[in-house]
């Protein structure tokens, strides 16, 4: 397994993540059974980097993730880095609330999480959302305490922007900042990715394959459950979805070329940005984890990357990444 380094103050990870929500919520129903063989899976390959929340499945995954490493080989147990994003407030009925960052609540998040994940600390921990009535500095400074408490290993954000990232890095290191990057969601480019470039902090990508979307497997006629939030999203709505599978089928055009699937070129894609960035692929099963790994193998020369420049130039999505509500959350956007 490849490894990358989150950062100048950052640990040394695998050059991939698993992130585990859709186990446990917003993609729809899952099968426990195989998501547990999943990680497993993950782990077998040398990936290191698990990313969790503790508000999937209001602690499910959390508890899904401390199953499967109490089940793994001890060597891949003790390899395994864990990710916590706090902070979402939820509802009985699965809604959001808000987002909470007062310096007693990040204490409090902890605490249940490191009981839930049956360990003695989280490798890196960070809020999901900034929260608009905390100063940043606040949150960032409580997690610093639990860094020099010994249950935190390292400081990370989740879709901030550029002047909030600048902000936090002068409270406390910062080993990487986790936000969606991905062939068709590229506005960290402008200013976040220079900005956490010159303050030395990583990058987690989530959504590399925007939720499915430019995966290769997602077709125009596809019934999504009521339980998949990807009902609600923008770009996956009437002629949203139409424009951005014309996408999907320009990409499959090179991945045919190359003897790759259009997921592991898309994959590549981020992988090529930079040796700063760690990807994140989000897969539930075996089968969508082994196709991600390929992306290792896949190298892009020049041509390449003008070819898919070509044929998903920047800005060519259709559609936000996420619903009105929900867009009004993010730092990252603002």
């Not at 899952?30 to 993950?42: G, Q, W």
């Not at 609330?97 to 960070?126: C, E, M, W």
């Not at 709505?237 to 089928?249: F, I, K, M, T």
């Not at 867009?327 to 603002?334: F, N, Q, V």
Request: proline fraction near 4%; aromatic fraction near 4%; hydrophobic fraction near 40%.
């Amino acid at each position: 397994m490849q490894t990358r380094t989150l950062g100048t103050t950052g640990p040394q990870t695998s050059a991939l993540g698993l992130g585990c929500m859709g186990m446990s919520a917003l993609y729809g129903d899952s099968d426990r059974s195989e998501s547990l063989a999943t990680v497993h899976a993950a782990l077998d390959a040398g990936i290191t980097l698990l990313d969790t929340g503790d508000f999937y499945g209001m602690g499910h995954n959390e508890l899904l993730i401390n199953e499967a490493l109490r089940t793994a080989p001890a060597a891949a147990r003790e390899k395994a880095q864990i990710s916590v994003k706090f902070g979402a407030l939820r509802t009985v009925e699965g809604g959001f609330t808000g987002y909470d960052g007062r310096p007693n609540a990040v204490k409090n998040f902890a605490a249940y999480s490191l009981q839930r994940l049956g360990t003695d600390h989280i490798d890196i921990y960070r809020i999901a959302r900034v929260d608009p009535d905390v100063p940043i500095e606040e949150t960032v400074g409580a997690i610093a305490e639990l860094v020099e408490a010994g249950h935190v290993r390292h400081i990370g954000l989740s879709e901030v922007g550029a002047q909030t990232l600048r902000r936090a890095a002068a409270v406390a290191p910062i080993s990487d900042l986790q936000i969606e990057y991905s062939l068709i969601s590229r506005g960290i480019e402008e200013a976040i990715l220079p900005t956490a470039r010159e303050l030395g902090i990583g990058i987690t990508a989530y959504g590399v394959l925007s939720r499915g979307l430019i995966s290769g497997h997602f077709t125009r006629d596809r019934k999504l459950a009521a339980n998949d939030f990807r009902g609600r999203s923008p770009r996956f709505q009437g002629e949203n979805l139409d424009r951005n599978l014309d996408l999907v089928d320009a990409l499959r055009k090179i991945a045919d070329q190359k003897g790759v699937s259009v997921a592991q070129t898309a994959i590549a894609w981020v992988l090529s940005r930079g040796t700063d960035i760690v990807p994140l692929v989000g897969a539930r099963r075996r089968d969508r984890l082994t196709e991600a790994l390929g992306a290792l193998d896949l190298t892009l020369d020049t041509d390449d990357l003008t070819a898919i420049e070509h044929a998903i130039p920047p800005g060519a999505a259709a559609g936000d990444r996420y619903p009105t509500e929900q867009m009004a959350h993010l730092d990252s956007e603002h």
